[in-house]
């Protein structure tokens, strides 16, 4: 997309013509000649490699032919490749290039640059880039790789500062959408570049249609990743696609502070309504988000909009697995295990009592899920309270925990109460009541 110009002087080259003291009205014939080439691109940048003098004349020509391609195109793929591969790969003076082009072409360029379009053929593009220098899984994309994108997204995504400035600059507002109805800063690489958007008037609580979803809560969302390999993708070499080099190092624990602790970003810190950050964060077994967010003021017993009962989520720690340091910081920040109802008559996966164990769960994690037992249990206000029908203790050794009962009785929970029976045998647990099929434990488990 960036050809390498070479400087070439003289009346001939290697005894041949030089193109470029040509009459400008006949090299303009022969370009127009090329232009009904089947390998035009080909053909006019080998032209452009040639020299700069007639780089400077033929190239306006492979991006306007570019943008008249790409209009002839259905209307979710009628953006310039040229345009989208320099947002993706930070070559400004593509963009910049490719945005004129486009610009005497298009009555309403802001309105055209705003609109989100499928970039499949960016992705075939730089599939068969990654193809050609081997790299470790090509075909997977960056980073979680959305079909539906709009240009200022792609160049967020990838740290290109210049860029989104340029775009900026030509109308596109900082909160134009995506395919999935998130703004650019929800896919903002650093803070650096977060913070970019937010100087320029991008809305941080901006939330997707009929959700509670903020760019905050798209960003935990990922949980925490390790930095992308570089040689996977590398920006251009001199491409000057960001304002600085760091702003193109990856650090979204970092935009997540910034937006945390600079931007204002609403945290939801008592509420609940289809989601929020700290239900994201632990789900995803984000660590570091669930610090700043809980040090921010943010509840683990949050009070849902709808029921106006509260939400324990420390339930959603406990069923996402393996998450015993979350559920440590939870409880420390006064994660709720249980309720006062008795009988309870909420969802019962919305209760930590009863997502002690996975579904499933291997039979190598048990001893950790007996440590995360003590941890809960210690905690629980009513051990006894009726759970569709029964104690918490009588569905875990209804399905087999025996290892958590016996956590169960240790805390408190009364085996009587619960038609539990302890024998000296090799099962010391024994539920007595058969359950109906509405109690089917396979259901009210978790594990």
Known sequence: MEPQVAEQTGDRIDGRPNLATMPPEILAL???????????????????????????????????????????????????????????FGALGTAERSLDALDSACPDLAAKLTKPFNNDNLYSLRYRMAKRRRAVSPASGYMHWKDTSSLLHLAC????????????????????????????????????????????????????????????????????????????????????????????????????????????????????????????????????????????????????????????????????????????????????????????EGLIDQLPIMNLTLRGSNPLYAREEVQVAHMVCERAKNINMLVQGHPALWHYVRAGRQDIGQVLIEHGADPEKAKVEVRDTVLPLVALDAPSASEDDGETLAG
Not at 249 to 273: H, M, R, S, V, W
């Open 30 to 88: 022969i370009l127009d000649q090329l232009s009904k080439s089947r390998d035009y691109y080909k053909s006019m940048v080998r032209i452009v490699r040639t020299c700069r003098v007639l780089a400077v004349r033929t190239l306006p020509r492979l991006y306007s032919q570019d943008v008249t391609d790409s209009l002839k195109l259905p209307r979710n793929l009628d953006m310039p490749i040229a345009l989208q591969w320099a947002c993706w």
């Open 157 to 344: 995504l990838r740290g290109n500062t210049a860029i989104a400035k340029l775009l900026i600059s030509k109308g596109v507002h900082p909160n134009t959408l995506d395919g999935a109805n998130l703004t650019a800063l929800a896919y903002a690489l650093n803070p650096d570049v977060a913070r970019l958007l937010v100087e320029h008037g991008a809305d941080v609580d901006i939330k997707q249609h009929d959700s509670d979803e903020t760019a905050l809560c798209h960003l935990i969302s990922w949980g925490p990743m390790e930095p992308r390999k570089w040689e996977n993708e590398f920006n251009l070499s001199q491409g000057q696609g960001a304002v600085r080099a760091e702003h193109m190092i990856q650090d979204f624990t970092g935009t997540i502070k910034f937006l945390i602790q600079e931007a204002g970003a609403d945290i939801y810190p008592g509420t609940i309504g289809t989601t929020n950050p700290l239900r994201h964060a632990v789900f995803t077994r984000h660590v570091a988000a669930v610090k700043l967010l809980l040090a921010a003021g943010a509840s683990p017993n949050p009070i849902d909009k709808k029921t106006g009962r509260k939400r324990l989520l420390l339930a959603d720690a406990l069923r996402s697995g393996h998450n015993q340091e979350i559920v440590k910081l939870m409880l420390e920040a006064g994660a709720e295990v249980d309720v006062v109802d008795d009988p309870y």
